[in-house]
């Protein structure tokens, strides 16, 4: 099985498919095949796949997973091994692993040389249905996640779903966070063919945890045709692209009070989805019927609302500091009809009230 998305800003096409791994390199090397190649690979990946990938090891970098390593030493090190192995303006990252290493990858990309090729190959869920699409790169800096970045588009992305016969059980679900954020701003998207993404989500939710290919491959390209169909609208995030931060302000603040270790990514997401859920109902913005649709298809996944014991004046402190906020107002995505959003900015006392 396999399906070519083309993506207009950027130029580049998104394969999904379910390829042995010999072919899927086979392409990659096709696909290079005049460039000096630095294949950016994440520990894990390389321990679980280097005899089936049989990369050149002359060809790679290994970098440790996890956002704490998404920082300008393991930036630096790109660099360094970029200009050690001599890659010129002409040749190619590659990056091959989860959001980490994508997004770190694609930022070393933007900057060596002023802007070099890169190609993701992500590897998790999560990534595969947002980070590597879309041309977010970034480091974290100073404790504040993705400040130093840059929009900057992969010339490709193979997205190859046999990666995800080993993702563990938790990065999977975490990854399914970000999916069924999807079903929430569907009809925000302008993607013009009705996809029905949420009933879908809804119907297929036992295929999906049990990883069924066909369901996942569905899946990957839904959540892409949509992902696609903003950014083509909005590249740089100055309008319609916020929407794609649904359940991230207040993610983005646990993700950090948790030291990126207690929550994942998608964990914390999730949270934020609850969040304004009840922010949305409480204040008449949506119906019951709605709420109890969206509450009902978060458990269908199992996920469920943690209790918090972080103060509320340290996650707004938080919340200030995610480049998403404008000088005094903090930006969040709002749940405000069936599988629509708006963007809302808040003051601080209007926060205060969404806890
Ligand atoms: N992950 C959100 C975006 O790509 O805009």
Known sequence: MKQILKVDTGNYDIEISDDKFSQLIDEVLDFTKNQKRLFVVSRKVYNLYKDI?????????????????????????IIKTATQRNLSRNDVLIALGGGVIGDITGYAASTYMRGIDYIQIPTTLLSMVDSSVGGKTAIDFQCVKNLIGAFYQPKKVFININFLNTLDKRQYLSGLGEVVKY???????????????FEYLTLCCEKLLEKEPMTLMRVIEYCLNLKIAVVNQDEKETGLRKILNLGHTFGHAIESKGKYRKYTH?????????????????NNLISYSYYKLSMDLLEKYGFKKAKFSYKQDELLEIMKKDKKASTDKITFIIPCDKKKVQVVKMSQEEVYTMF
């Open 266 to 282: 998608g964990e914390a997401v999730v949270q934020g989805l609850f969040f304004v859920f009840n922010y949305a109902y409480k």
């Open 53 to 77: 990938l049989n990369l050149c090891e002359c060809e790679v970098l290994i970098l440790n997973d996890g956002e704490k390593e998404k920082n300008f030493k393991n930036y630096l090190k």
């Open 183 to 197: 079903a929430f701003i569907e009809d925000n998207c302008g993607y013009k063919h009705a996809l029905f993404f």
